[in-house]
């Protein structure tokens, strides 16, 4: 089976700029995890979708956003970006409800 | 806000004495509680999931519910266990929540 693939996977941007990161789940997976992964904070977690519903969110302001598609694909959105934005982001699929993660590569992103 | 602590940033150790890295995360209800790990260059997988209660690479990991800890143990580092290692309790719907990791450095 393919691995959870990310697109792109360098982006540069400038301030004020919004962007869109896209995420292909394993086949079959139904749920999309999105996470953030800075040098001072780590990992932090943003949302996650399964069957198209956004199931939870983590602490991040509305500039950031997210859907997922009927095939299970996933966007994730940030508008009016800022430096504080810059960092590797991380998708996850996952077949069951709550069971483990499979992550992609991550799409890291810097913010001029 | 769920927090989990991972003491040590960095640990080194010789090949073939024992590793330990501390995990103690916030209660809140019963998450359940796994090791994920980053190999160079790799991306981020599981190592082992608490609810599984499977020894993985030599990798096992002991829940201690009064002290919300989950450390994780191997009695014989190699070389090949250098890596970023990170506790992540799930607190529901794939809401993990990541410590900081612990760099392993395993010296030959």
């Known amino acids: 089976k393919a691995g959870v693939t990310q697109t792109p996977r360098y982006l540069i941007k400038t301030r004020g700029q919004q962007v869109t990161l896209s995420c292909s789940p394993i086949s079959g997976h139904r749920s999309v995890s999105w996470y953030q992964q800075t040098p001072g904070q780590g990992l932090q977690f943003l949302f996650e979708?399964?069957?198209?519903?956004?199931?939870n969110k983590g602490n991040f302001p509305g500039r950031f956003s997210g859907r997922q598609f009927s095939n299970s694909r996933s966007e994730m959105n940030v508008s009016t970006l800022e430096l504080g934005d810059s960092a590797l982001y991380l998708c996850?699929?996952?077949?069951?409800?709550?069971?483990?993660?499979?992550f992609g590569p991550g799409t890291r992103l810097l913010v001029l | 806000a769920q927090r989990v602590t991972q003491p040590e940033k960095l640990l080194s150790v010789f090949k073939g004495a024992p590793v330990e890295l501390k995990c103690n995360y916030s209660?809140?209800?019963?998450?359940?509680l796994f090791w994920y790990v980053q190999y160079s260059r790799q991306r981020l997988q599981l190592l082992l999931r608490h609810i599984s209660r499977e020894s993985i690479k030599g990798f096992t990991a002991d829940l201690n519910k009064g002290e919300t800890s989950f450390h994780l143990k191997k009695p014989f580092a190699q070389e090949e266990d250098s890596a970023m290692y990170y506790c992540a309790p799930d607190y529901g719907n794939n809401r993990l929540a990541f410590g900081k990791g612990n760099q392993v450095v395993v010296i030959p």
């Open positions: 209660y809140s209800g019963s998450p359940e």
């Open positions: 979708y399964f069957s198209e519903t956004q199931r």
């Open positions: 996850a699929s996952s077949l069951e409800i709550e069971g483990l993660l499979y």
